[in-house]
């Protein structure tokens, strides 16, 4: 009889209803729209990271702080047996999907071919390319991801790499690889002489090549000069197979990608070649924090002088977007939720004053003081819940509209488009039912107000209200 | 008393004074009287006399400022809110004026809310309900909802709603008040049968000298005083005083301000 007569006094006041139902609705789909976007901003942004860095890294102690103005002294010494220790973990190994080292430089590129004379520091990256593309298929969310295009690095090709864009243009690279919206430097009006460095570098080079290393005639070439683990100077040639944008400028400028093994012959010369990291990409996500606390636990049981660091520490600009969507989903829902609060105060005060004389009736005939709380209560609650769930149902239609619209956006830190989509409530499902309950929830607090002034009218003046 | 039964309702001594701001208004000034079981009894008085305030403290939806009231023997004083509301969805049946329907449910619906309020079986409900429906003679309009029906057919809902209980009294304060006579003659009608078949103690708040025809226990109050008691069938209001059924009539001199 409580939900019947809730029910039908829903229906009743169908006007009153519809413009509160609709304030809950519109609320509900608000925030699962939101919801969805927010859930595929951080889906992308973490699967682009994983296919780039992997969940987890371990470090020579120190590195994360010290080392990125001196990644040579903080390789890490026989990482080959570290890491068959954490891959054939019993623990770990059904967790691991990839596990690759990756050795972190700093130095300086040249580009003295063909009349140039251009020369700037670099930040490069040595890994092994069979992984890193193996890497790159992750894909735990099931995203639209766009197909890997241009050149790529390969383990039959020890000397090939790629570099950023922006790092292209100053060494004045942009017609040699062929780059769009890539402008020619214009005439330097400077007569004086190089800078000794480039002078330097541009006859150190010209040593090592003849030293023995082969020239790749369809390539352009870039001479790496970077200081070995002892101090040393020492430079490779790297074949320039294409270009990988980075979407931030600082990156793009400095960005060099190569084999792990060109990036160690840099670094160590004919010392041991060590590796500043060793990358574990995980299958799941969620076994980061399981996977995490397994490795510190093996690399103090072996008295190893290592870290680990995962994705989200390596980046704190993902910590930032995530927190400045998160704060902005926050301030939406707390919008949300005053909107509901107020709309179904409103309405349930409106109800009890319409119907005291009701109230007035069913309480001489015998019910409670709680029955009439539980009544106007059961009424706030079903209104919520029947206008949540139309919110779910129409954030689900433009979630869907969204996605079939085929529009593209550009992530923060991303250098090409990728799909602009919703996650779909149902992908989301702890989203999904916390907007639900939450909302029947504020709905159900907020009728309490006027139940409660309801259940405290003294029968006699209820029955006396017209 | 020509029943020599114990009275179903007692009151000694009973005053009602309601605050206005300020002032003090004296509702029910020292009133003492008992009303017989099986009967039916009308509290008559001019406007403003206090007979509703009486009929509502009879029925447990007020409370006096003093004194004390005995219902099916029980001092209702000593209960709480939710054991008084117990107590009168058991005992008690209530006819308004208004006739105070809830609007969403049906008639066959109004009618059944009494019995869910004592726990009463499903079948049991049922059963109950359509007899009580066919009572009043609305078996045909049972699915129809307040809006729906007359005002004569609201009122049979609404004697039905207070009867299907089986309640030991029905208090209707001006039940005949909203119908035309041929209405009225009718629901008094219906009620003079209902009462001679389940034997329930009837009390009305009324102004229908239709109605007072009917009465075989007359309370005249004025001022919120019990003026005279009157047995027998067919008492008027301006016939002379009766001894009282207890106590004595009190004049506001007397009882002062409380």
Known sequence: MLFKIAFRNILRNRRRSLMTGSAVAVGAMAMLVFGGYITYIFSAFETGLVQRIGHLTVFRSGYFVFGAGNPAAYGIDDYQRVMRTIADDPVLKPMIRVITPTQSLLGIAGNFSGGNNAAKTFLGTGVIPSNQQRMRQWNEYDLPLPETQGAQLSDDAPQRGLIGGGMARILGLCQTLKMLDCPAPPPSHDTAPAAPVDQNLASLAQSELSSGDVKNASMPQLDLLSATASGAPNVVTLDVAGVAVQGVKELDDNFVAMPLALAQQLVYGRGEHKATGIVLQLHRSEDMRAARARLQTLIAAQHLDLEVRDFAELTPFYVQVVRLFSAIFLFITLIMGVIVLFAVVNTMTMNVMERTNEIGTIRAMGVRRNGIRAQFVTEGSLLGAIAATVGVLLAFVVAAAINHAGMTWLPPGNATPVPFRLALPSDHPPLLLGTWLGLVLVATVAALLPANRAARLPVVDALRHV | ?258
């Open chain 2, 1 to 258: 008393m020509s029943d020599a039964a114990a009275p179903v309702v007692r009151l000694e001594h009973v005053v009602k004074t309601y605050h206005a701001g300020a002032v003090d208004v004296a509702a029910i000034r020292d009133i003492s009287l008992d009303i017989p079981a099986h009967r039916f009894t009308m509290i008559v008085g001019p406007s403003g006399s206090g007979k509703t305030t009486l009929l509502n403290l009879i029925g447990c939806i007020d409370a006096p400022t003093t004194g004390r009231i005995e219902v099916c023997g029980e001092d209702v004083g000593r209960l709480r809110d939710n054991a008084l509301a117990d107590f009168r969805a058991r005992n008690i049946g209530f006819i308004f004026q208004a006739f105070s329907l809830v609007p969403v449910l049906s008639a066959y619906e109004n009618v059944e809310y009494p019995l869910l309020l004592v726990g009463m079986a499903a079948a049991e409900r049922r059963h109950r309900t359509l007899a009580m429906l066919e009572a009043v003679g609305l078996a045909a309009q049972a699915q129809q909802r307040p809006n729906e029906l007359s005002g004569g057919q609201k009122q049979r809902v609404a004697i039905a709603r207070a009867l299907v209980k089986q309640p030991t009294i029905v208090l209707a304060d001006e039940p005949t008040a909203n119908l035309d006579s041929a209405n009225g003659a009718a629901i008094i009608a219906l009620m003079r049968r209902m009462q001679a078949d389940q034997r329930i103690t009837f009390i009305f708040s009324t102004h229908d000298q239709q109605l007072m025809s009917h009465s075989e226990e007359t309370f005249v109050i004025r001022d919120g005083m019990l003026m005279r008691h009157e047995e027998g069938v067919g008492q008027e209001e301006d016939k002379p005083a009766a001894p009282l059924a207890r106590g004595e009539a009190i004049t506001a001199s007397e009882q002062g301000d409380r």
